[in-house]
């Protein structure tokens, strides 16, 4: 039986449109995926490095629907590290017209399985499913887990031969893991994966958290530092996502994390690079900017001023308390920050509007202290947008794979000792350019000048030449 | 009366036993120092750790590195096997619960029905614990009706000590599950569905498993216990293993049991060494000491009381050719997942022991502070929910700390009713959207799995879950058992080789041949 989508004429369709709208290199890296992987003289692992906002994920989710409608494949094996991660790709596919129902997300859930969404949860031994769901799973096109689920699909046989594994978000992929998904799809005589590997992520993202160096590595990286990879990576380096100056600071953030000498400058695309607020369709009234707890009306003013798409406040002059306290539960927060980053995501909610309803910016802190006290302060002090932002403040972590029109983040270390903890640690600093580079036509970030200053990835933040598009305040 | 098989014959060669364990320093247990590369002390065993090594040393190897499970076989050796005996376990305290409460012997059949179609069993394991129950009803039946004058007995209880001693003065730590303590009849007891009709003599080691779990439940402070089981000298208790044909009493004076322990103990130390090389050597040693004492292990001479024979006897295939220099990336991977496990669980072990046990009360009190609002969260009772679990009330100041926690990710909790020295220990879920939940008023509906009579006992949340399979320190198990398939697999034909995708990916990356990672001169639309 082939296995094909339900609504094929609708995804023959829009996969057509879509195809005009691929630039070269997102073209060349399709056909990597697609390639077979035994060559000649060696092996065929496609690699594409895709930074943010260059469609990484989109490449990946094309290049499957199309194989799947040309014959080329049989089936999609989608692997992503997180569960969010998961979701985002489900969604990536369902944009190229694929019905929900045949894209399905299996979960560890049991309790949750909906066809025709296309979410299922499955036990550990599949004693929840009966013969009938077996062979539904056995014919869906795309499947979407994370590494841990794949004894279940083992198990089930819910994968021919013929599939293609695509691995998403690869930074997350350490060695481990990725022989762990060797081991369970292709470690057999014959019920083994044909289709060949293909590796999805930008290699600067953040990495899983560990104790240990050998799983600090990525997968790409481990085959890096054993083998030269002919003719190099997929890179993608036209983005969609981030306003020029944005992509500008992300580009210098790149260029201080790459520890490779290939290291590719971000080009944004001609649609977006100018595009600031006004350009996503929010209109600015100034006059509505309320005054602060913290900061001024004429300050707020200033910093949502739609001509600065890029803006660093320094926190050490902010009033009140602006150092870093420990919460019991071991991680950190600023109060000031977390004053002025409510005040800023207000201003901003009753400035800027569109449709009749208010932008509501994300703040990121990479502290979940600090996530819990803008929350709480929201919450108790500021009730009335609760509803609207507070579910909008997040960790670094979880804002990985996201974007957003405004974005807030909080940096939180401030003491006279100048610390910064994690935040200097050669991978986990990727935070900082994770954060960044998830918003679109507006940043704002929150730094102590004494505890950050003279530390090169923080110095790249106010290193803008003057530029027209950012307001570095309080920095002199 | 026990007995140990191999009694009279020469024993394995015996390790040169421990002049001191290698515990984690104060900063290690107040985290002041990054943790990151080796841990530099030794796990915090179990008492099953104990019993593999006690069995092989090969067993314990697999179990650090491979992480392979259980080399003592359950009933049908498999995952099956491990479920049907678990299953066993927890209708057993079930049914006595249910008993105490008030239900009739004979409705024991209907609350297998009841149990089996509440936990989704499957038939053949009903069937399997259905004529499994009926052997052990057929003589359980008297002491089954003295349950009617509610005994005090405790199910499934967590014991760890720091302070466990065999015959000499070093100290170890340990911990592990005690399935049944009846404090009415001074007994504790040890099931298992091991064994057959026929057998004089307890299962392989299941008497030296009891042992270890008296001698931890010896070695913790009075008060400790006495808060929670309300008794406190177990130096006369009855050791009981039961399996479902027999009860056997175990004679706790025996004198191997000190050297099979000391000598496990050992194994554990010298096989979890932070030194590379030493480490290589532990290895080899172990494969030349393999096997129990007085009964080496060879291919085709395996001991069979043991699991592990797949794994330490397999054929070499001929592809992949690289195979060496992969495996030796593999070991690397083995030995970082293995230390990750030993800083995200064993150093919680330590922590939560020395809060409550060590000497020196300032390192009490300093862990107290470090782990209260952070990892654990102290709770209490505010009434239970039969069948279903109870309403807990988060201690004022730590709730903060726990919506802080539980703010963006679901994290898995254990629920401890008494100490973590000694006490009940659960698989907790916080059902937060329960209608009894009101989180910011501290109140939190918990689902409880196992039985529970703790109505009057103190309640510790821990987070992280130390006993859930799906936790992060448990998937880098799953994670070294998939490496070390992976590094077992292999193919012997020629042509199969040269067109399997996992045997040409391996070749090339750890040989020679071409590793691409794009293609450029490939026309898209041929396809």
Redesign the interface.
């Known amino acids: 039986m082939t296995m094909s989508f339900t609504n094929i004429d609708d995804v023959r369709r829009r996969i057509e449109e879509r195809r005009n709208r691929l630039n070269e290199e997102q073209?060349?890296?399709?056909?990597?995926i697609?390639?077979n992987?035994?060559?000649e003289?060696?092996?065929?692992?496609?690699?594409v490095d895709g930074p943010p906002g260059t469609g990484k994920t989109t490449v990946g989710a094309y290049a499957c629907v199309?194989?799947i409608l040309?014959g080329?494949i049989r089936g999609v094996l989608y692997i992503a590290p997180t569960n969010f991660a998961a979701q985002q790709a489900k969604l990536a596919f369902e944009n190229l017209g694929v019905a929900p129902g045949d894209v399905v997300w299996l979960n560890?859930r049991a309790r949750e399985k909906n066809w025709e969404r296309g979410i299922v949860g499955v036990r550990w031994?599949l004693?929840?499913l009966g013969p009938n769901d077996i062979r539904r799973l056995r014919n869906i096109p795309i499947i979407i887990c994370t590494p841990?689920m794949l004894?279940r699909i083992k198990r089930g046989g819910f994968r021919s031969s013929n599939t293609k594994v695509l691995i998403d978000e690869f930074s997350q992929v350490d060695?481990?893991?990725f022989?762990?998904i060797?081991?369970?799809t292709?470690?057999?005589?014959d019920r083994?994966?044909?289709g060949?590997?293909a590796l999805l992520g930008d290699p600067l993202q953040l990495p899983v958290v560990?104790?240990?160096?050998?799983?600090m590595e990525n997968i790409v990286e481990f085959?890096r530092a054993?083998?030269?990879?002919?003719?190099?990576?997929?890179t993608l380096t036209l983005q969609y996502r981030m306003h020029e100056e944005i992509c500008n600071a992300v580009n210098r953030m790149r260029q201080e994390l790459s520890p490779w000498h290939d290291f590719a400058r971000l080009q944004s695309s001609s649609d977006i690079r100018d595009r600031d607020l006004e350009g996503l369709g929010y209109r600015y009234a100034e006059e509505r900017v309320p005054q602060g707890s913290c900061l001024r009306r004429e300050e707020l003013r200033e910093i949502l001023n739609p001509s600065y798409t890029y803006v660093v406040l320094n926190s050490d002059r902010l009033l009140g308390n602006n150092r870093e306290e420990r919460?019991?539960?071991?991680?950190l927060h600023n109060i000031a920050e977390a004053e002025v980053a409510i005040d800023i995501a207000v201003a901003a909610h009753e400035s800027y509007q569109a449709q009749g309803e208010g932008l509501a910016p994300t703040i990121i802190s990479p502290y979940?202290?600090q996530?819990?006290e803008i929350?709480?302060r929201l919450r108790t002090r500021h009730p009335s947008y609760y509803n609207i932002l507070g579910n909008r403040v997040?960790?670094a972590y979880?804002s990985q794979g996201r974007e957003y029109p405004m974005v807030i983040l909080s940096l939180v270390r401030n003491n006279p000792w100048r610390r910064i903890g994690f935040l200097e640690d050669e991978k986990l600093r990727a935070q900082l350019y994770v954060a960044c580079s998830r918003a679109q036509a507006k940043l704002v970030v929150l730094m102590s000048k004494n505890t950050f200053g003279g530390r090169p990835l923080y110095e790249e933040l106010v290193n803008t030449s003057n530029s027209q598009h950012a307001l570095i305040w309080g920095w002199d | 009366m026990t007995s140990l098989p191999y009694l009279g014959r020469q024993l394995r060669q015996r390790r040169v036993p421990l002049t001191r364990w290698r515990w984690p320093r104060p900063e290690h247990l107040r985290e002041e120092v990054y943790r990151r590369g080796h841990p530099p002390f030794n796990p915090f065993p179990n008492v099953k750790d104990v019993v593999d090594a006690a069995l092989c040393p090969l067993a314990i190897f697999h179990k650090f590195y491979h992480g392979l499970r259980g080399a003592g076989r359950g009933l049908r050796g498999d995952e099956e096997g491990i479920q049907l005996g678990q299953h066993y376990h927890q209708f057993i305290s079930y049914l006595k619960t249910e008993i105490v409460r008030g239900k009739r012997i004979e409705d024991a059949e209907s609350l297998l029905s009841n149990y089996c179609s509440s936990q989704r069993v499957d038939v053949d394991t009903e069937s399997s614990l259905r004529t499994l129950l009926r052997y052990w009803l057929r003589r359980k039946r008297e002491s089954l009706e003295q349950l009617y004058e509610r005994p005090r007995i405790f199910f499934e209880v967590h014991v760890a000590s720091i302070n466990v001693t065999f015959g000499r003065e070093v100290r170890f730590p340990l911990h592990g599950v005690i399935d049944e303590i009846d404090i009415t009849n001074r007994r504790i007891i040890e099931r298992t569905l091991r064994g057959r009709e026929d057998d004089t003599e307890p299962p392989f080691l299941k008497d030296f498993q009891l042992w270890l779990l008296w001698k931890i439940i010896s070695s913790i402070g009075n008060g400790l216990v006495r808060e929670v089981l309300g008794c406190e000298n177990f130096e006369d208790y009855e050791l009981i293993v039961e399996t479902p044909y027999r009860d056997f009493l175990v004679d706790k004076n025996n004198p191997l049991f000190n050297e099979l322990a000391e000598d496990a103990f050992s194994w554990i130390s010298d096989l979890a060494t932070s030194n590379n090389s030493r480490l290589a050597i532990a290895i080899n040693e172990a494969w030349q000491n393999r096997g129990f004492h007085g009964r080496p292990c060879r291919y085709g001479e395996e001991i069979k009381e043991c699991a592990m024979i797949n794994n330490c006897y397999y054929r070499r295939r001929r592809y992949p050719e690289r195979r060496s220099a992969f495996g030796s990336d593999l070991r690397r991977l083995y030995y970082a997942l293995f230390n990750e496990q030993i800083w995200r669980h064993d150093l919680m072990l330590y922590q939560l022991a020395y809060m409550e046990q060590h000497q020196d009360t300032t390192l009490q009190r300093d862990l107290r502070e470090l782990l209260m609002g952070r990892s654990i969260f102290p709770a209490s009772i505010v009434r239970s929910i039969r069948n279903e679990g109870f309403i807990v009330r988060i201690d004022e100041q730590f709730r903060p700390s726990l919506l802080e926690v539980i703010q963006d990710e679901v994290v898995n909790f254990d629920i401890i009713f008494g100490s973590f020295s000694a006490g009940l220990r659960r698989r907790a879920q916080l059902d937060i959207d329960n209608t009894y939940s009101n989180i910011r008023e501290g109140q939190v509906f918990v689902r409880i799995e196992g039985p529970t009579n703790v109505e009057d006992l103190s309640v510790l949340l821990i987070r992280g879950s130390l006993l859930l399979r799906e936790e992060p320190w448990f998937l880098k198990r799953l994670v070294q058992q998939s490496l070390f398939n992976l590094e077992k697999w292999g193919v012997d034909r020629d042509e199969r080789a040269r067109k399997h995708v996992t045997v040409r990916f391996i070749d090339t990356l750890f040989g020679s041949g071409q590793f691409r990672a794009r293609v450029d001169d490939y026309e898209f639309h041929q396809h």
């Open positions: 073209r060349r890296a399709i056909r990597s697609l390639e992987p035994l060559l003289d060696g092996f065929l692992l496609p690699i199309h194989g040309e080329i560890p031994d004693s929840d841990y004894g060695p481990a893991i022989f762990m060797l081991s369970k292709g470690a057999s005589v083994y994966v044909r060949g590997y560990t104790t240990q160096e050998e799983l085959i054993r083998r030269t990879i002919e003719g190099g990576l997929n919460t019991r539960s071991g991680s979940s202290a996530v819990y929350r709480e997040i960790t979880s």
